[in-house]
């Protein structure tokens, strides 16, 4: 069984631009959350989709969207990239979510360096 | 603001004994707790869940839960150095899990 696909996996952007990750969750999963890691915040929820539609959003500025589409997968979106937005960005799915019994999965996350 | 909050460590112990690591949070509605484990430079693999007060075993692994208490650990029998890593405490307040909050995570060291 195939685990979370997050593309790319290394990427090097300059400031002002803008980035979009992938993610493909497990065959079945219909859950997709996406994490920002960084030394010093740690490990920050910035927003999860559920049958293609955002069910629950971090505190993350307007510039940090996604979206999913009918397969599931789902894409990230950061505009106007600030020195700051340098992170791991990681991919997590799950079957369904709910507050119990459903395992989440992360993949291996995209690291984004802003220069 | 809901919280976790790990000691940041590192907890340094000699191979073969027992780690363990700890987690209180902040919000008493909290519903399902997560330890995760994560190698420096790999993301977040899944150690434990509990859901209820009590302890939970999986191996080597144990971990309790103290809702009165808002606290939550992770016993680790029998370290190896293999169990060298960053442990991450997880809680989800309701709603879907895919709502985790995230301790800052605490460095184990295990030595030979």
């Known amino acids: 069984k195939a685990g979370v696909t997050q593309t790319p996996r290394y990427l090097i952007k300059t400031r002002g631009q803008q980035v979009t990750l992938s993610c493909s969750p497990i065959?079945?999963?219909?859950?997709v959350s996406w994490y920002q890691q960084t030394p010093g915040q740690g490990l920050q929820f910035l927003f999860e989709y559920f049958s293609e539609t955002q069910r629950n959003k971090g505190n993350f500025p307007g510039r940090f969207s996604g979206r999913q589409f009918s397969n599931s997968r789902s894409e990230m979106n950061v505009s106007t990239l600030e020195l700051g937005d340098s992170a791991l960005y990681l991919c997590?799915?799950?079957?369904?979510?709910?507050?119990?019994?459903?395992?989440?999965?992360f993949g291996e996350g995209s690291w984004l360096t802003v220069v | 603001q809901k919280e976790v909050e790990q000691n940041s460590g590192p907890l340094s112990v000699p191979e073969g004994a027992i780690a363990s690591l700890n987690c209180t949070y902040s919000d008493r509605v909290s519903q399902s707790f997560f330890w995760y484990r994560q190698y420096s430079g790999k993301s977040p693999e899944l150690i434990m869940s509990i859901y209820s007060n009590g302890d939970k075993e999986d191996g080597r692994f144990t971990a309790q839960l103290n809702k009165a208490s808002q606290y939550v650990s992770l016993l680790i029998r029998d370290s190896q150095p293999s169990d060298s890593a960053t442990y991450l405490c997880a809680v989800n307040y309701g709603g879907s899990q895919g709502n985790l909050i995230f301790g800052k995570g605490t460095k184990l060291s295990v030595k030979p």
């Open positions: 065959s079945g999963h219909r859950s």
């Open positions: 997590a799915s799950s079957l369904s979510g709910g507050p119990s019994g459903n395992t989440i999965y």
